[in-house]
């Protein structure tokens, strides 16, 4: 079965520091990986997107991660904001009919002061 | 920046009830998708339509559940006779293809009483 999962469940982290959070993932065949920040009651926002061929792809302080063959990647916050509280889903697309996506469960992130 | 738009915002219904949620997606997109989330869950794939056709469908998607787009620019998700565990956050994305970054509406909240 196809399965995204994603550590840690949660994060308490204080204004001004760096974070990273982990995904692993078992979805075959693959075609790209996806983060997404949420914040609560709101619709995913797209943070980065990387194909199998790419090791690597930033969007301002995000930069993601990705190793096709240990089927890991990571997405690492610097300099975090108070903005930044919410929850950050690791999503991969399973190549077949509909490219249909595969979301993780989260990592909920809380900055604070 | 294009937005996905997603009425209504909340929609409480009796059990055995249907309804309709409505989307429009951004413009000059190709690929439709309805996704859900109930409280506390993971975000879940219910359907994906391009051409004017389902492309895939999850489980979830029984009989209960239909897709249209009656015009050019509305994308429906009808939910005929509803159940208690209807009740989720519906979410609405469109993208201009299938390894192109996905735009999400901002749910509609379904709550069957």
């Known amino acids: 079965k196809n399965q995204v999962e994603q550590s840690p469940q949660s994060l308490i982290i204080l204004e001004g520091k760096n974070c990273t959070l982990q995904?692993?993932?078992?979805?075959?065949?693959?075609?790209?990986l996806r983060w997404y920040k949420q914040d609560t009651g709101r619709g995913p926002v797209s943070l980065t997107i990387?194909?199998?061929?790419?090791n690597t792809k930033s969007n301002g302080r995000y930069t993601a991660t990705l190793d096709a063959d240990t089927k890991q990647s990571s997405l690492h916050i610097t300099a975090s904001q108070l903005s930044d509280s919410a929850s950050y889903i690791c999503v991969v697309t399973f190549t077949g009919g509909g490219n249909k996506l595969t979301f993780g469960t989260g990592t909920q992130l809380k900055v604070e002061l | 920046e294009p937005e996905v738009t997603q009425t209504p915002s909340h929609q409480v219904t009796q059990m055995g009830q249907e309804v309709i949620l409505r989307c429009v997606p951004i413009s000059n997109h190709l690929y439709f998708y309805w996704y859900r989330q109930i409280l506390g869950q993971k975000v879940e794939f219910l359907v994906s339509?391009?051409?004017?056709?389902?492309?895939?469908k999850s489980e979830i998607f029984d009989d209960q559940f239909s897709v249209e787009r009656p015009d050019g620019s509305n994308f429906t998700l009808k939910i005929r006779s509803t159940k208690l565990e209807d009740s989720a956050m519906y979410f609405c994305?469109?993208?201009?293809?299938?390894?192109?970054?996905?735009?999400f509406g901002s749910g509609t909240r379904l709550t069957v009483v």
């Open positions: 339509f391009y051409n004017n056709e389902i492309s895939e």
């Open positions: 990387m194909t199998f061929s790419e």
């Open positions: 994305a469109s993208s201009p293809g299938s390894n192109y970054g996905y735009t």
């Open positions: 995904c692993n993932y078992t979805v075959s065949p693959f075609s790209n």
